[in-house]
């Protein structure tokens, strides 16, 4: 699957943003779906996953409470719902698919197709 992220910018401390990952190639449904970030000199760190059918989430601690993962099937489209954002999640955040049902893992070697990143700048 080819996934294509997009939606970052620069945005205030307390502010909200909506980033898109549209998925081309395969089937969509079939995939389960997970954002990552990486900040500058940073390792890449999980921040949620859910399932293929879109009934099951999981988050960082980090982001649980502020951020929400969602997915329209029919579009082939997965989301990711930033609020109450925080200048530490100034980041180039990735969406990421593998193919299974459900993906619990939160490392990025266990995904294998990855969008291009998107930079989200939260200005203090």
């Known amino acids: 699957v080819q996934l294509q992220a997009s939606g970052g910018g620069l945005v205030q401390a307390g502010g909200s943003l909506r980033l898109s990952c549209a998925a081309s190639?395969?089937?969509?449904?079939?995939?389960?779906m997970a954002w990552f970030r990486q900040a500058p000199g940073k390792e890449r760190e999980f921040v949620a996953t859910?399932?293929?059918?879109?009934?099951?989430?999981y988050y960082a601690d980090s982001v649980k409470g502020r951020f929400t993962i969602s997915r329209d099937n029919t579009k082939n489209t997965l989301y990711l719902q930033m609020n109450s954002l925080k200048p530490d999640d100034t980041a180039v955040y990735y969406c990421?698919?593998?193919?299974?049902?459900?993906?619990?893992?939160?490392?990025?070697?266990?995904?294998?197709?990855w969008g291009q990143g998107t930079q989200v700048t939260v200005s203090s």
């Open positions: 190639g395969r089937t969509f449904s079939a995939y389960a």
């Open positions: 990421a698919a593998t193919q299974s049902y459900y993906s619990s893992s939160r490392s990025p070697a266990s995904f294998g197709s």
């Open positions: 859910i399932n293929s059918s879109g009934v099951r989430t």
